[in-house]
């Protein structure tokens, strides 16, 4: 996957987010090693597509906080999903950056297989019916920007 810029695009309004909120994953960030969680139903979700290898992915955690934090109030959930190949030190570039959000291990490749995500880092929005909303793909620091109609949505 390559971390050249695409443009953010609307998704069809068909496409479902599948795992449904009934299937949960390997939480990277929780005190017990079989921690799950499920994409929420009933609230927006942004999922980041990331690894720890990819410095795009590494520059994003700072904004998706932000993200987190001001549209939380508003049902957004944001949640990472690790796209390494072992459980490694993803974690540990999220928090050292101050990403606060849940972190869950994508293994099988479940999640990415079923979404495609489109580069390195892929960032993708599913409304409260888990229905995509919005992608993009790469990170040159204007996700807000990107996503603004989408979470303006949610208001």
Sequence with gaps: ???RRSR???ARASTRAEPSSRTSFPRLDAPTPDATISIPSGKWTLLAFVASWNGPAKHSIRELQKI???H???GLTVIAIDLDEERSG???FIRSSGGSFPVVFDEGKRISARLQPISMPTFILLDSNGIVRHIAGGYHGTLEAD???AFRALL
């Design 147 to 149: 996503f603004g109609k």
């Design 1 to 3: 996957m390559s971390a």
């Design 68 to 70: 987190s934090e001001a």
């Design 90 to 92: 993803v974690l540990d």
């Design 72 to 74: 939380a109030t508003h």
């Design 8 to 10: 953010p695009r609307p």
